[in-house]
């Protein structure tokens, strides 16, 4: 999967100002959360990636997934993205989104992507951790990527900790290559 940072960050900050000019932020970024979730279902993701479907077809697929969970503003930034061909973009739009709140709120959006899915022992390890090293309130946003082979990538702002095993024989590779 590719990086849609830079393609989701201007719907991630529109859809930010204007849940905040609502005061609604805690509410957006529950819709968005589950806009994110129903797109990295393997069913749906292979439809959304499927370019014969139609895009009304795809945003209406989603909006019937969340059977009538979302606002009529989260429904509209649905259609949006889907009318721009960037519903792939949803899962990094709200992760930016889950940042820029945070960032609101004095706390840090750690993204955790692991080869499984991390146990809540496991969660609570890694939230320690980090409270620790960055000396504020954390908040995970965890997903799973099988193409780590194994371990888990952190990211919290500028900090980024890959123990993936992907990692391990990518940096084997440059120090064998030397």
């Not at 940042?99 to 692991?114: G, M, P, Y």
Request: proline share 3%; glycine share 6%; hydrophobic share 45%.
């Amino acid at each position: 999967m590719s990086d849609m940072t830079p393609v989701a960050r201007p719907y991630a900050r529109a859809a930010f100002e204007l849940a905040q000019s609502r005061d609604a932020l805690q509410a957006w970024d529950d819709e968005l959360a589950l806009l994110a979730a129903i797109a990295e279902d393997e069913r749906v993701h292979s439809v959304l990636a499927d370019p014969r479907v139609e895009r009304g077809v795809k945003a209406q697929l989603m909006l019937d997934i969340a059977d009538g969970q979302l606002s009529p503003e989260v429904q509209n930034f649905l259609r949006l993205l889907a009318e721009r061909g960037r519903l792939a973009a949803l899962p990094s739009a709200r992760a930016q989104f889950a940042a820029l709140k945070a960032e609101t709120e004095k706390k840090v959006v750690a993204q955790v992507v692991s080869y499984r899915k991390v146990t809540q022992a496991q969660e609570k390890q890694i939230l320690d951790a980090l409270r620790e090293r960055l000396g504020c309130e954390v908040e995970l946003d965890c997903s799973v990527d099988a193409s780590l082979l194994g371990g888990v990538v952190v990211r919290a702002g500028d900090l980024v900790i890959d123990g993936s095993v992907r990692g391990q024989l990518n940096r084997l590779a440059v120090h064998l290559s030397r």
